[in-house]
Each structure stands twice: as C-alpha cells, then as structure tokens.
C-alpha cells in the first residue's frame, strides 16, 4: 500500500511541480549555496578608522592608514569561533581609498606609510581565507570622493578595472558588495549635498556583464541584486513576510531602488530571484570607534537578530570593524564566540528525531517520516493540500518553544500561508498562523507541553513543499522581543 501511495503521489505531483518551475522563479545554483551560508561577518576598514568618522571626505591623507599590527588571520580564526561562513571587506569605501595596490588610482595601500607602501589587505584576507575554509567577499563603493575621473564617463572604465583587478588577483570572489550610498549627482540615494556635487550616471549593465563574464559563480549584492538585495534597513532583521521573489525592472541601485518596505518583504509575483541580506554593525557604527567599545551588541542581541533575519528565511551580514591595530577588539570577540554558543547549545537537540511522522489524506493515515528526517534533499507535499495535513507525534509529552521551518528553495518559495497547531491528548494548546517560511523560519513563543503538531497549507502560489520540521526547547531569555 506505501509503494502505491508513494507512486500515486509522484504521479499526480509530478505535472504540477514542471509546472510550479516552470511559472515560478528558482535559485541558481549559486544562489542555493549562499542561503545555505547564512551567516557571514563585514569587515568596515580603511581610513575612517584613523580618523574617527563613517564616512570619509575623500581627501584623507594615504598615510593615514598605518594598523600597526594587521593580522588577517585572527580575523578568520574569530569568524570561525562566531559560525560565519566567510568574510567581506570594504576593498574601497565612499573615500575611494583602495585596500589594494590598484594601478587605477593614487589612494591606495600603496600611498601609504602601512609596510613601506609594500602592503596588500586584500592579498592576506583572502589568503588568510582559504586557509581557515572560509568565503572571500570584496565590498566595492561605486561613489568615489577621491578619484578625479569620478563624474566623468571615464570613471565607468576605470570601475570596470578595478573589478577586473579582484577578480583577476584575490578570487575566487563568493559575494560582491554594491554599495548603493552616493550623496551626488543623478544616482544618488542621499538628499544631502557632499564635495562637489558630481553627476557620475553608472553603468551598472556594463557593471554586471563584467562580473558575470571574468566570474560567474559570484553573487552581487545591491539594492536591487540582480542576485541579492538590500533588505531595506540597517537594523539587520527581515520582513515577517519575506519573498524571495523580486521584480527589478526599471530599477537601479541607490535613488532608483524600491521604496525599503518592498525591499524588506520582496514581491509575492517577482519574476526574479533576489533574496534578502540583512545587514547589521555589532557596534553602532560601521568603522572602529574606541568610544564604542563598551557599546558591543550582547551575544543575546547577536542571537536576537540570527532570528530575524535567518530565522526568516535571510542572511545575517555582521559588521565586525577592525580597530586601529588591524585586529578585532577582544569585546567584539568575546561577543561574537558567546552567541555562536548561544546557538549551539539551543539548537543541539531537535526533539522532532524520536517523533513519528504521519500524513492524514482523505480519511487514511500513511507513515511519513521525510519531514523529520534530518535531510534538507528530502521534501514532501499533498497531491491536493486542501484535502491533507501532516502530523508529528511525539513518543511522551514534550516541552518546546521553538519551531523550525524548511522550504525546498530548489523547487521555488510557494507557500503563502501555513497554520502549525500544537496539541496535548485532544486539546489545541496553541495555534500558529504564518505566511513566508523560505530557506528557514524560527519561531519561538511561550513554552508549551505538546504530545503533537498538526500541520496545514492554507494558501500557496503552486505546489507547496516542506522539508523540515524541527523542535527545540530553548532558553525563555532568547524567545523574548519576537515577533512570528
């Protein structure tokens, strides 16, 4: 009888799965590997970090920049200890000074009195990288406050070089950082005046078709993508509801980027895949400040907003400057290897493992285990979801306060609307109503005694898939401030 179910649900699912991707937009293969990243740290670095300010005016002295004891590999060792999947740095800031030796500008590590003009941070990252098993990002500021072809048609080529030297020389590059900040001219994001009010039009197609062409496994980052978006503020958590889905014509980043609330829920109908990056300092500010060492972001905050943003269904991008050493302060640290603690130690043990799982369909009860079985390749649906629901039962009573969602992101983001009942014996305890789960979605509420979990599909775009279903008691501190 399993066998026949198991066939008729491939049968009549199959039809409306090339259909749901065939209507529907789905991640590349790129893209699926960055939502599996979740976590990476920003390193802000460069001038402003001598000079006390966020951003720099563009004439800043080169040999300003002198870290007396920059190690690239502490860096690394503490991304490590935090549960980042990699690192980006700001290769070049609004300032236009260049972390690199770039032979297109006179701003640069070279310039300065930092190892006799010898020096090369980009270099040591991403050596430092690939030693420690992390991804390589590079940040690079279109707006340029420094280089005097800024303004000028001129300055698209020399963007494009700069690019050209990156990936030439430090790749392979797993995310480039397009900032969308500009107080100048037609493109800018920013209603302020600053310098000399330049009217710089980018060429952001030519932009793009130099990334895709010298590396095409890289996913850009801008306001708008075209691979993954601004989440629409700086505070670092996404939309309850989070799409996936993006529509991105006629759109450019900075000024001409999607008022913030779209970017911070996408569209339901976006006919691109644009994911969300929350980005987020643990300090208050982006470069090093000594006045903010005692202003660190708790490892309860850290986890706070981990909730926020992968919790539902984004990326965590942490800002973690390096002060005027070049090293990481030892609070920054200190905090960074609390919250990855927080993290393992409350989603160590997934009560869903000695569960039974069950799929009700018209009036009969199937054995069905895919949804806790601890394999994100597994998935499952209804041939007709109006009709069937999926039960977890659990062997005694069990105490939780946390519920983890999957989605099969490589079949699309369908679901539009999902209810998670919680019993005990024959009483409904809780109820759960929630709209987008994505790559992942955390819930957390009050803790509850539970014997089971009833699960519906309410609404969905096409075929809706789960792949997982994961219940964790954790600590009461930690589910405070959240919102479903």
């Known amino acids: 009888m399993m066998k026949l179910i198991s066939v008729f649900l491939v049968w009549v699912g199959l039809p409306l799965l090339i259909f749901s991707q065939s209507h529907s937009p789905v991640p590349s293969k790129q893209q699926l590997a960055w939502h599996d990243m979740e976590f990476f740290l920003f390193m802000h670095f460069g001038p402003n970090t001598f000079t006390d300010k966020e951003w720099g005016e563009g004439n800043e002295k080169a040999e300003l920049f002198n870290p007396t004891n920059l190690d690239c590999r502490q860096w690394c060792r503490i991304a490590k200890a935090s549960g980042a999947k990699g690192i980006i740095i700001t290769a070049k800031h609004h300032d236009g000074f260049c972390l690199w030796p770039s032979k297109f500008s006179k701003h640069t590590v070279r310039e300065s009195k930092w190892k006799n003009g010898k020096g090369d941070v980009l270099k040591e990252l991403s050596k430092a990288c690939k030693e420690y098993g992390l991804k390589f990002g590079v940040y690079i500021s279109p707006w340029d406050r420094n280089h005097p072809d800024y303004g000028t048609e001129k300055y698209n080529t020399v963007f494009v070089n700069m690019m050209k030297e990156l990936f030439t020389n430090y790749g392979p590059i797993t995310e480039l950082w397009w900032d969308g900040a500009n107080g100048e001219g037609p493109n800018a994001r920013l209603t302020e005046s600053f310098g000399q009010g330049k009217k710089q039009v980018y060429d952001w197609r030519r932009y793009k078709e130099t990334v895709r062409k010298l590396s095409p496994n890289t996913v850009i980052f801008s306001d708008v993508g075209p691979d993954i978006r601004w989440v629409g503020n700086e505070q670092g958590y996404a939309g309850t509801t989070n799409w996936n889905n993006l529509n991105i014509e006629g759109f450019t980043p900075g000024a001409g980027a999607p008022p913030a609330d779209t970017l911070n829920m996408g569209n339901i109908h976006g006919i691109h895949w644009v994911p969300a990056e929350c980005d987020v300092s643990i300090r208050p500010g982006w470069f090093y400040h000594e006045q903010e060492d005692d202003k660190v972001k708790s490892p309860e905050k850290l986890f706070e907003l981990y909730l926020k943003s992968v919790g539902r269904g984004a990326n965590l991008l942490l800002n973690v400057p390096p002060d005027r050493r070049g090293l990481i302060h030892s609070n920054d640290s200190a905090s960074l290897v609390g919250f990855n603690k927080l993290k393992e130690e409350n989603f160590k043990y997934n009560r869903s493992v000695t569960a039974r799982g069950e799929l009700h369909y018209k009036g009969v009860v199937y054995k069905n285990n895919k949804l806790i079985d601890g394999k994100t390749i597994t998935a499952e649906s209804l041939p007709d979801y109006h009709q069937g629901v999926f039960w977890i039962k659990f062997k005694q009573e069990e ?36 709209t987008t789960i994505g790559h992942k979605r955390i819930l957390t509420f009050p803790v509850q005694n539970i014997s089971g979990i009833r699960i519906e599909f309410e609404d969905a775009k096409q075929v809706p898939f789960l792949s997982e279903v994961e219940t964790y008691l954790i600590e009461e501190k930690l589910t405070e401030n959240q919102n479903l």
């Open 399 to 434: 105490k939780i306060n946390c519920i983890v969602l999957k989605e099969p992101l490589e079949k699309g983001q369908q679901i539009k609307s999902i209810k998670i009942s919680l019993v005990n014996g024959y009483e409904l305890v809780k109820e759960i109503q929630l």
